[in-house]
């Protein structure tokens, strides 16, 4: 598990890349002699080459009372927004897969009142009629504050002001995080804790894009946010279909994007030693030991034997038959009543 989510936990244990999709849980104490409350994390590992498997967490069953909580590496602004997209988008289809499927389900009730439920926004609620809110409560994290701290002013400001948009869009917190810190790590458990456990998450905003970003839901506006930071480049050139594509078009000109496939960091758990088992190991060396050439030519004569062997059922038949009329006609013919029959 990553190290947010085990010092969410308070596990001694150090952290270890996810591989794909791990699942743990954390338990919260409510009084004396009550019982514990339970949140269950999922943890997607992997970037997005395996963005499919949220379809295992968000399920009819859990869509009610699910929160999506969404780590961006800010050290690797070239592959932010495609990443954060791609995610993002297979969260939401899912989510609106569980809602189809909530309706079309006979005898069951429909999903969508559980669905939208769980993020009605208030009245008062900045942007409300120009934003859209996703289906469920979303929580952003920039992490390795500590490495984006060092880059350049203006591409901090880029970065900063376009999750703003981002988050605020979707009616979503945001915060920056570093490991390295302490204040910002106990600020991101509080925030966890809240989506868990409905913790009061404080209240503490910072939206100044030179230091570490803590803006919780609804506390953010479009006019606070202000316009793209277009650096050196003609907004009315770029022709964005909404003001979302419009702040895509000018990151992605600061930051040109890594393509997705190129972003797969996968390494092969068998290799891992905190995966080792001695006898598997050992077979599986053994197994790799086979040269190529032996089992092509294993392969060859097994395929023929396969091939062959109809055609040898019958040649053997026909063997047999003929061995047995020549030893027929040898028998006879060393008879003498049969060579008498012969000769008249």
């Known amino acids: 598990h990553s ?12 952290s270890k890349p996810t591989l794909a999709l791990e699942y743990t849980f954390g338990r919260r104490a409510r009084g004396h002699n009550t ?77 969508t009142n559980a669905l939208s439920s769980a993020r009605v926004l208030p009245k008062d609620y900045p942007d409300r009629e120009l934003i859209s809110p996703f289906p469920v409560p979303l929580l952003i994290i920039g992490s390795k504050y500590d ?15 376009t999750l703003r948009f981002v988050a605020h869009y979707y009616a979503a917190s945001l915060l920056f995080t570093s490991i390295k ?40 506006s479009f006019s606070q946010i202000g316009s793209p930071p277009a650096m050196d480049l003609d907004i009315t050139s770029l022709h964005a279909k909404n003001p979302k594509d419009l702040w895509r078009k000018v990151y992605e000109h600061v930051f040109p994007q890594e393509s997705t496939s190129e972003q797969r960091e996968l390494k092969d758990p068998a290799s891992d030693p905190q995966y080792s088992e001695p006898q598997i190991d050992a077979m599986r060396a053994q197994k790799d030991q086979v040269t190529i050439p032996t089992y092509l ?25 003929w061995n047995y009329e020549v030893q027929l006609r040898s028998n006879l013919l060393s008879r003498p009543k049969y060579q008498h029959h012969i000769l008249k």
């Open 297 to 321: 030519n294993h392969f060859t004569v097994t395929m023929q034997t396969c091939f062959l062997k109809p055609l040898m059922k019958n040649a053997v038949k026909l063997f047999m038959h």
């Open 181 to 220: 810190s302490e204040s910002l790590m106990s600020k991101t458990k509080s925030f966890f804790s809240h989506l868990a456990f409905g913790v009061d998450k404080g209240k503490t905003v910072s939206c100044d894009s030179s230091k570490p970003l803590v803006i919780p839901a609804g506390s953010d």
């Open 3 to 14: 190290t947010i989510s085990i010092f969410f936990l308070i596990q001694d244990e150090p």
């Open 35 to 111: 019982p514990k409350d339970i949140a269950h994390l999922w943890e997607l590992g992997g970037g997005t080459s395996l963005s499919d498997l949220v379809q295992i967490p968000i399920t009819p069953d859990s869509v009610s009372y699910v929160s999506i909580i969404l780590v961006l590496d800010l050290s690797k602004p070239n592959a932010l927004w495609g990443t954060m997209e791609k995610l993002l988008n297979a969260a939401h289809t899912q989510l609106e897969e569980v809602q189809h499927a909530g309706k079309t389900k006979s005898g069951a009730k429909p999903q």
């Open 147 to 161: 490495v984006f701290q060092e880059f350049d002013s203006d591409k901090k400001r880029v970065v900063s002001k």
